[in-house]
T-cell receptor, first 114, second 111 residues
Framework: GAVVSQHPSWVICKSGTSVKIECRSL??????MFWYRQFPKQSLMLMAT?????????EQGVEKDKFLINHASLTLSTLTVTSAHPEDSSFYIC??????????FGPGTRLTVT | AQRVTQPEKLLSVFKGAPVELKCNYS??????LFWYVQYSRQRLQLLLR??SRESIKGFTADLNKGETSFHLKKPFAQEEDSAMYYC?????????????FGSGTQLTVLP
């Protein structure tokens, strides 16, 4: 199977600090990874598309300077929430694409900003 | 723009009863539709895709382009089917294909 991991699974940070979330494809290479945000009892909202070796493509309304994405290798993409605020508290989910339309999802990262 | 609508947030059926989770989409091109499922405390996983035309765990879904629908059906629901179900559409946005998710339907199968 295709496995995607995320680290950490949950994190609590203070307002104003930065948090990095890692997304790894464990047994396949992914030139494209996606970052989603999910609020309680709501659907997944695509934040950005992460492409290996190039800049991420952000969805409308997502602040590029706040949510920094780096796709440094074919198996790793990172999302850094900079200067986090309580309203950034959410569940962040990544997925990795294998093949034209196959996306495999990570288990998600629960971020709580106090 | 692409959009996916799941009109039911919650759906409860009794074990053994038929179940249908509705999904309608809006997309100007040729869509690829998926159903994803998320069991309690587990990650999102692919249930089925329309191009495969397969039945997974007894579930089927037929793409109806005339009605722009991709409803998920199962003739006899089981308790283990209780989960959150998301309909998703894969379409092009710029140069990339993206998944757009519906708001999800929480299915509860009662004993």
């Amino acid at each position: 199977g295709a496995v995607v991991s995320q680290h950490p699974s949950w994190v609590i940070c203070k307002s104003g600090t930065s948090v990095k979330i890692e997304c790894r494809s464990l047994d396949f290479q992914a030139t494209t990874m996606f970052w989603y945000r999910q609020f309680p009892k709501q659907s997944l909202m695509l934040m950005a598309t992460s492409n290996e070796g190039s800049k991420a493509t952000y969805e409308q309304g997502v602040e590029k300077d706040k949510f920094l994405i780096n796709h440094a290798s074919l198996t790793l993409s990172t999302l850094t929430v900079t200067s986090a605020h309580p309203e950034d508290s959410s569940f962040y989910i990544c997925s990795a694409r294998r093949g034209p339309d196959e996306q495999y999802f990570g288990p998600g990262t629960r971020l709580t900003v106090t | 723009a692409q959009r996916v609508t799941q009109p039911e947030k919650l759906l409860s059926v009794f074990k053994g009863a038929p179940v249908e989770l509705k999904c309608n989409y809006s997309y100007s091109g040729s869509p690829e539709l998926f159903w994803y499922v998320q069991y309690s405390r587990q990650r999102l996983q692919l249930l089925l895709r329309h191009i495969s035309r397969e039945s997974i765990k007894g579930f089927t879904a037929d793409l109806n382009k005339g009605e722009t629908s991709f409803h998920l059906k199962k003739p006899f629901a089981q308790e283990e089917d209780s989960a959150m179900y998301y309909c998703a559409l894969s379409g092009r946005s710029g140069s990339a294909r993206q998944l757009t998710f519906g708001s999800g339907t929480q299915l509860t199968v009662l004993p």
